[in-house]
């Protein structure tokens, strides 16, 4: 699976726009780039994923290259309890057992 | 919405004790993982499980450690002697199988965490 490269902390004011990249420029054909976050020691959760087209969902949106060596996760609205560690992992799930390598993520600070 | 749960919350035992951390996964889902975050580290994964045997494994799941599915809703990690080093906070993970084409398993449901003390 690719390796990923993240910032190591960013902040960003509540109700703006939250932009988190990430690079992966070993990335592979047929892995994806799945994004989770962990609050405050809670269990990992979910946010979402993608090939090569641009995806949403009701948490984020997820915009890759068209090189897809990089990509960036956005929370359109931030609010204080999307203050969280967020992980952008790529992995090839035809081949892959639910093994996900979590880095040391970024650490996103909401401000009021 | 579904959740996995993970029992007990907090325990603290002894070195040399056997330890079960006890989880139920989401009912329909047929993939099973544990990891483990020791404080301040990054979340590691342990094993993986499906179709009652083990999918994968890391180096840190030695014979210290076994996985287990008792029943049709239980998955269970026992330490059989604990280490000082075991203490962690221990996430127990489910997924489905909804894409067959893909086998895509990338998208894991994981609990709010068993944290083990060893003393």
């Known amino acids: 699976d690719a390796k990923t490269t993240q910032p190591t902390s960013m902040d960003c004011a509540e109700g703006r726009a939250a932009n988190l990249p990430c690079n992966h420029s070993t990335i592979s054909g047929n892995e994806y780039v799945y994004w989770y976050r962990q609050i405050h020691s809670q269990g990992p959760q979910y946010i979402i994923h993608?090939?090569?087209n641009n995806e949403t969902n009701e948490m984020a949106s997820l915009i890759i290259t068209e090189d897809r060596k990089s990509s960036t996760l956005i929370l359109p609205h931030a609010t204080l309890r999307d203050t969280a560690v967020y992980y952008c992992i790529v992995l090839k799930p035809s081949s892959n057992t639910g093994k996900l390598i979590f880095g040391q993520g970024t650490t996103l600070q909401v401000k009021p | 919405e579904p959740e996995v749960t993970q029992t007990p919350s907090h325990q603290v035992t002894q070195m040399g004790q056997e330890v079960i951390l006890r989880c139920v996964p989401i009912s329909n889902h047929l993939y099973f993982y544990w990891y483990r975050q020791i404080l301040g580290q990054k979340v590691e994964f342990l094993v993986s499980?499906?179709?009652?045997?083990?999918?994968?494994k890391s180096e840190i799941f030695d014979d210290q450690f076994s996985v287990e599915r008792p029943d049709g809703s239980n998955f269970t990690l026992k330490i059989r002697s604990t280490k000082l080093e075991d203490s962690a906070m221990y996430f127990c993970a489910s997924s489905d199988d909804r894409d067959r084409v893909l086998r895509d398993t990338g998208e894991l449901f994981f609990g709010e965490g068993s944290r083990l003390t060893v003393l």
């Open positions: 499980f499906y179709n009652n045997e083990i999918s994968e």
């Open positions: 993608g090939l090569k």
